[in-house]
């Protein structure tokens, strides 16, 4: 947990937090301070930034919170390292793209992807950017610039990759902090050393050519948590049952059932499908929701009338997860039509077979080179693409995964 020590204002110009991951994180007294202590973003210490990865890492409690503390840290020595080069940055340059990956994920959710999947029809980047607009008017204006960093609007390039690039202080945060909570070794990274080693030529964020092995390392970390950490098969599970069991809630609003649940949560559940988007009311109410509002809603919903309802929220509850198996190939249409039978006998005639076995994929791609390239500067002057110069495998291509879902009372043993 990030531990605020106690210092007089009068006495610094800056607060300091503890963080586990870093140590002492400074953050100047003024805006950023202000936007830290505002209610929008204190709302991520009650989102965890995993999700339901604590299903399977009992340690993954750490918040977005802290993510977003930590990427602002690693902005802070990235933003210096850039100036003793020779990188021309104004302090209002810095403070904005401080401003930018501070609340670069304040438009997550509780279980945010969970959220996008049936409640939410707005992405989370376009909620952050609704946040941020809000909160430019609430401060006068002074946010404008750290939008258009945020946005790529702004002339000087890197700076909007510092924020959202390959190499950006998002990934390497997050990784070196979900690394840090889960206890998987394999997502350490050398970020003191990529930051060391970045570079700005042509307006374009780049890595000095020492620092090649770090970046193959950050690479290859980076997918290795992926399989093991972000789509680990005991979380997917636990996601595609708090998906159905969110469509099914919604379903069952919009039926005009009345649903116990959270203020907030309910304006969402109710929400009619045909309402145009009014981002003030989204706002407002999406700006109280966190993971206890999900959290008292699947207790609730554990005893309620409908089937669907309480078996899914008694199994996350209880961690009566659902078996999920990966297959590299679709599921056969024959393999899923046996499951469904076998829910049929089990749970009746009039069981929602939708609700209960799912298929589906998920897929990453380790490093995208046909975005924008993590690029090497040599002692020469000459930049090339990684992928140029790189003499491992950078696993540039898509790996998609097909899965089936169910209970495991399904299941052959």
């Not at 438009?107 to 909620?127: C, K, Q, R, V, Y």
């Not at 076995?357 to 791609?365: A, L, W």
Request: glycine share 6%; hydrophobic share 40%.
């Amino acid at each position: 947990m990030l531990i605020f020590v106690c210092q007089m204002r009068m006495k610094s110009k800056t607060k300091i937090f503890n963080d586990p991951v870093y140590g002492f994180v400074s953050v100047p007294y003024g805006p950023l301070l202000s936007l830290i202590d505002h209610p929008y973003f204190q709302r991520l210490r009650r989102i965890r930034q995993l999700g339901l990865a604590p299903y399977v890492y009992p340690g993954a409690l750490h918040t977005r919170f802290h993510h977003a503390m930590g990427a602002l840290h690693l902005v802070q020595q990235s933003v210096e390292v850039l100036r003793t080069k020779g990188t021309e940055i104004s302090p209002e340059e810095a403070e904005a793209v401080g401003i930018a990956i501070l609340l670069h994920d304040i438009g997550h959710g509780p279980f945010s992807h969970a959220l996008e999947h049936t409640l939410i029809d707005l992405h989370h980047e376009e909620l952050s950017r609704l946040f941020m607009e809000d909160l430019d008017r609430e401060f006068g204006g002074t946010l404008r610039l750290a939008i258009d960093i945020f946005t790529d609007q702004y002339p000087k390039k890197f700076l909007h990759q510092l924020v959202s690039g390959q190499l950006d202080m998002d990934r390497m945060d997050y990784l070196n902090r979900d690394s840090f909570f889960t206890g998987v070794s394999e997502g350490v990274i050398g970020y003191d050393r990529i930051i060391k080693m970045l570079a700005v030529h042509e307006g374009e964020l780049v890595v000095e050519e020492k620092g090649i092995y770090s970046i193959e390392k950050f690479l290859m970390a980076r997918r290795l948590m992926y399989w093991q950490v972000y789509l680990h098969k005991t979380g997917v599970a636990a996601e595609q049952m708090l998906i159905h069991l969110l469509q099914r809630a919604r379903s069952l609003a919009l039926q005009g059932v009345d649903l116990e649940a959270p203020r907030h949560l309910r304006w969402f559940l109710y929400r009619k499908p045909e309402e145009a988007i009014e981002p003030v009311a989204v706002l407002q109410h999406f700006s109280f929701l966190d993971d206890n509002d999900i959290t008292a809603a699947i207790k609730y919903w554990s005893e309620d009338r409908d089937f669907v309802l309480s078996y899914l929220s008694k199994g996350l509850l209880e961690r009566k997860l659902f078996r999920l198996e990966w297959h590299l190939d679709p599921i056969d249409p024959t393999y899923e039509a046996e499951m469904k039978a076998r829910a049929l006998a089990h749970f009746g005639a009039d069981a929602p077979l939708d609700s209960l076995v799912y298929v589906g994929k998920e897929s990453n791609r380790a490093y995208d080179d046909a975005k924008d390239q993590i690029k090497i500067l040599f002692k020469s002057g000459k930049v090339l693409p990684i992928t140029a110069c790189s003499d491992v495998p950078l696993f540039t291509q898509i790996v998609t995964k097909h899965f089936i879902c169910y209970p495991k009372i399904l299941g052959n043993g």
